[in-house]
């Protein structure tokens, strides 16, 4: 870590020649003076002051602390050290020498630093005294006068010249660096010199390139050869400690990394130079986000939007991750490659005899190569089969393989592994890439390992099937019809919805036998369930149902869809339906599916606790062994009711009893669920992250279903924050949601979040509006007054304060309804209380919301709602609920809800300060602040300090002044540069710092 030592006091009367100085005295070329950080030598620009300050030194701590207690000993005991600091290419090198300068200049050494071709001592002892007396900083050449002349004899050192370095060595103590790189050694030049001024206070260090040594001997050494002379010093640099390539990385991309991305940073060997490499990589290709101040990898653009990838092509590698492989790959042997190579071939784990039988070699004879990859930082060390560091690497190396070579080696691997009696399914990923048309069983493969995959890993079951309907191609015969049907419930279950309801469109054109149309149909049923298209998979559905030939338990599994897509079109007759077939179901197997959708339908219905009950029936029933539809199970169902109803453990504990299983309902649903559960406790970041983790999900498959939920939490969470571009896209996305009954519900959430965004900016007519739609659409009012509690107080006190108090009491009637059928339900009862509270001026009935509010928002605006009716009354009981709203809101994060709060605080002659402080960095955008990091935002989306200022319930003199703060920490002077700025360092602006103002 970098070390900003105190500079030594001086008296005003002290000669100038004692003052430190700083010169370069290259052999050959222009003398400036540069620390790292600085331009380049030889730069005709000027240094630009708006730039950041150096880096920390990070992982060399210990070296460093060597580095000044010779320039300590020198100091104070006039005793000269010889210094080495030696390591490979990239190792930071420069960076230590850079260090020791700055050290040596903060002590008030003269720092002299040499730089160029071979020095005989004449020369070299010449070029410092011209440099101690000439003018400092002054650019000459070699000629210039001072340099003394090369004698014949370079043994004899002139006597003038020492005379004069002794006398300087008497009034300042000198360092002198020299960077030699690959140059030819000063060695010879050195050690004369330094015989001469061992008893002065004189330290010469010299970094020297060496050969690369291996990483698993590169350990640090801090020792003095038995050779060396005394007050020598040589320090070899090893790799940087994990802690510290953490830390590096954390200060070029404002965070330190995850797990994954820490596995990745391993490639850099703990070499400082790769380490920038990778850094640099990843910020010009976007490779990494920082959220919540941990940084991971981003996916790539064409990942997160694909529906399907072909089948026998490689995984896409990131282009920031190419030029870093064939950097490494560099330093490993044609050999070891082709082993590596093998290795990918064979998959993620695999067994050295598998690679030894496929090279033809023993596994002995590859020892060498083995431990040459894993020297290289490519394969795993500990491991109990051959495993790449990470998987990157290995599609790395597979993608440069040429297709039909790598098709080869498959089929290969194939061979030995289906002689050794392996399944189908084991042997997949070779069907799939070594599949070929020239093989008539190749077909008859792919089939039976989908069909062997597809309940355990549905994503390589679809894979294997596309994989046959390639090879058997558009003619149909007896190989294409079950491969088509595989192919469609594989895709299904791995989320690939419009690619299966293509293909089962397809097929079901041509005449087929009747099981085989009815799992078709089914299946595409289930995908336009999923899709959010209700109306399509009741047709479906119904068509199913209308053939006798169709199977029996294919004929329930379409009920359950029937229902579930009922419930989303006419919520009455999906009742009627439901009730129907539980009644005719005895006890037939879909009781507990059947149970789960009347479940729901009660649910929106406004009968909570019947839901619930009837969910943890139909829980009991699938644990009893019941069948369910398989991407619907009643706990999760429940875990998503009790989240809204503010029972938040028992939530987490249907959570907990849910199946883990492999489809991507199952892997998305889970946690949108969360989310909605972080949201209502106020960890806002997280229910951020969780909510975007589900929408990545339902985004990739098209699930239309449960996109809706993680909007609106991402919607809330932006609104509370005061980012408001981003909840008005939100609200965007939810107008266009779903055609059905629940497409209503999504319209008046996407009102909801329109009202709030144009109350915060001040837009009148956008409010009326919004209002006015929440007010006509009343299934989706109905609807949010369910789900969501801040709902109800909120459009009352939105009623009441644009003079409709007719309204405002109809809202709250309806609370009161909601909460008065479903005793028992804490939540409920305070939003109708809090409504309630609202229009008759109720001390009490606020009170009691504010106490008994599950969701922390609500809880902090029921606070603040009490504080305003109480301000006319009790102006110290008003006071202090506005000081706990104005806590939680500050809890939240929400900067426009805690300045209003404040000004209502200053109305009634109340002041807090709003300035914490934190131990943050000075410069960059780590060092903004909440409020600075907003005002940048706004900023950078092209509004002027007027809009900001409305937008952020600020005056223009504050908005001006925060402006002026960021300008200053991140050294710009401009909204352009501002904007460039962020451009380059890689940062969206939109990270939270700690300590923030509220």
Known sequence: ????????????????????????????????????????????????????????????????????????????????????????????????????????????????????????????????????????????????????????????????????????????????????????SLTPALRPLMARLRNSPLVWLTARRTEREPAETAARTLARPPRDPPGTLRITLGPLSEDAVSQLFADRLGGPPDAELRTLLGLAQGNPRLLAAVCRQLLEHGGVRVESGTARLATEDGDATAEVRTPAAPRPVPRWFGALMDERLATVSPQTRLLMEVATVLGPACLPEDIAEMLGEPVGALVPRFREAVVAGMLQRGSDTVTFRHDLMRQALVADLPAVVRGAMHRQALGILMARGSSAAAVATHLIHGAHRGDPAMAGLLRRAAEESVTTTPRTAADLALRGLELVGPVVDEAHEPLTVIAVEACVRAGSLPTAVTLARDALIRPLDPETAARLR??????????????????????????????????????????????????????????????????????????????????????????????????????GGAAIEWHTHPRLMSAMMLAHTGRFAEAEAALGKAPRTVEFVSAGVPRLVRARLRLARGELDEAAREAAAGLAVAEQAGAGVLMPLAWLVLATVASYRGELAEAGEYARRLRDALPDDRGRVCAAAAAWIEAQIALASGGDQALETAVEELWTNECGRRALLIEEPAFAPWLVRLLLAGGRRTRAAAVSAAADRLARTNPGITAVRAAA??????????????????????????????????????????????????????????????????ARVRRRLRAIGVRRRHWTRSDQPKTGWQSLTRTEHTVAEHVLQGMTNRQVAVRMFLSQHTVAFHLRQIFRKLGVHSRLELARYRQSTGHDGTSRAGGADR
């Open 522 to 623: 089914y299946w595409l049923s289930t995908a336009l369930l999923l899709l959010g298209r209700t109306a399509d998979c009741l047709d479906v559905a119904e068509e199913l149902l209308a053939h006798p030939g169709a199977p029996a338990h294919l004929r329930q599994q379409a009920v359950l869809n029937q229902l579930a897509a009922w419930s989303a079109q006419d919520e009455a007759r999906g009742v009627q339906q439901a009730e129907r077939v539980l009644r005719e179901a005895g006890d037939l197997d879909i009781q507990a599916g059947v149970t789960t959708t009347l479940a729901v339908m009660r649910w929106r219905a406004g009968r909570l606790n019947e839901a619930l009950s009837l969910c943890q029936e139909a829980a009991e029933l699938a644990d």
């Open 833 to 898: 209380d809090h409504a309630r509270g609202l229009v008759e001026r109720d001390a009490a009935a606020l009170e009691s919301a504010a106490a008994h509010h599950r969701d922390a928002w609500v809880r902090a605006s029921a606070a603040e709602d009490l504080g305003a009716l109480l301000t006319d009354t009790s102006r110290a009981l008003a006071a202090q609920h506005l000081e706990k709203a104005l806590a939680r809101y500050g809890q939240l994060g929400a900067a426009g809800d805690t």
């Open 1 to 184: 870590m970098r070390q900003d030592l105190p500079r030594p006091a001086r008296g005003a009367d002290e000669p100038a020649a004692s003052r430190p100085r700083k010169v370069q005295v290259p052999a050959m070329g222009k003398v400036t003076t540069r620390y790292d950080g600085e331009r380049e030598p030889g730069s005709e620009a000027r240094a630009d002051r708006s730039r950041p300050a150096v880096r920390p030194l990070r992982g060399r701590e210990e070296e460093l602390r060597l580095l000044c207690r010779a320039l300590d000993r020198a100091q104070n005991s006039r005793r000269g050290t010889e210094g080495w600091l030696n390591g490979p290419a990239g190792i930071g090198r420069t960076r230590l020498l850079r260090e020791a300068e700055r050290a040596a200049s903060a002590r008030g050494f003269t720092v002299i630093r040499l730089k160029g071709e071979e020095f005989s001592p004449s020369v070299a002892l010449g070029s410092l005294v011209h440099a101690l007396t000439g003018p400092p900083d002054a650019e000459r050449t070699p000629s210039a006068p001072g340099v003394t002349r090369e004698t014949p004899d370079d043994r004899h050192l002139p006597a003038a010249s020492l005379t004069l370095l002794d006398a300087h060595l008497k009034r300042s103590p000198l360092l002198i660096t020299c960077d030699e790189g690959s140059a030819p």
